[in-house]
């Protein structure tokens, strides 16, 4: 009986082994699903900046021209 009890501790060490393998190897591709989400999120945060100072300039750009149309300038001549 004794060589049963032995055969079952391994069966168990070996379970266990295997299951912390595989949580060890989830682990790692998660880390790295991380990383390349990030760089993405990174990525397309830089993106959305250069955009959103884009659209700024150019409403700056506007509010300029429009501005002699507001206080009632005109520099062109009207025969």
Known sequence: ?????KYAVTMTTNIQQGTLDVLKEK???TKEDEEKYKDEYEEFH???QVEVMHR???ESEVAVLNLPIQTGHCYSKIG
Not at 1 to 5: I, T, V
Request: no cysteine.
């Open 46 to 48: 830089k993106r959305l």
């Open 1 to 5: 009986m004794f060589y049963g009890h």
């Open 56 to 58: 700024e300039e150019a």
């Open 27 to 29: 682990m790692r591709h």
